[in-house]
């Protein structure tokens, strides 16, 4: 357990440099690039609907719906190139109450900035993302193993995905999340997440 809370402090910690990087990126002057058909924008229309799915190793499962909007933001690099995107999400938590079979509901509402990395080479249609966002959890999050103790938590999340279909309009990612108020108030065990999403661009 103890090899297991570390690891995902470690990825929490990944996930929050990344976010820093992208700060840093967002200063710094622009390579001028042009943007293919999956990072234009127009406006603040909508770029990717998803829906996704995940589980907690307290058998707390979410269900979640969202839109994202990509950022007019590129930078190159030998490796990869870095692209950007907001995320809205709306989430409902189900999670065991202690009773015979019982569960309780809570809603999850967030918004994240997130970073993406795009391998050149054979691997393009590949990507790594990281972000950390804000989120409002109502009502306060418990279960038989854990007290969230404020309704207000960030959640980061490191992820892998690939791009497919035609003009790879459809995405799908393995992502793990983290939830926690950063310890502004205790208790505070945090929720991790293993998700699965899938998303189709309009």
Sequence with gaps: MDGVVGAITYI?????GLFAAVL?????PAIAQPLNAQQDVTGWRSTL??????????????????????????REYSFAAAT??????VGRWE????????????TQVGITPVIRLHPYSQFSNW????????????????????RF???????DHIGIGREFGQSNQQEVVLRLQHFSNAGLKEPNPGENFLQFRYSSRY
């Design 84 to 89: 950007g995107y907001s995320e809205f999400s």
């Design 127 to 146: 990507f790594l993302e990281g972000g950390v966002g804000l989120n409002v959890i109502l009502p306060v999050y418990r279960n038989d193993e854990k």
């Design 49 to 74: 609907m998803f829906i996704q799915s995940g589980v907690t190793q307290d058998n707390t499962h979410s269900y979640t719906i969202g839109a994202t909007w990509n950022w007019k933001w590129r």
């Design 12 to 16: 929490e910690r990944i996930s929050r």
């Design 24 to 28: 840093v990126g967002l200063a710094t």
């Design 149 to 155: 103790s404020t309704e207000f938590n960030f959640g």
């Design 95 to 106: 999670t065991p109450n202690g009773s015979e079979g019982g569960k309780d509901w809570v």
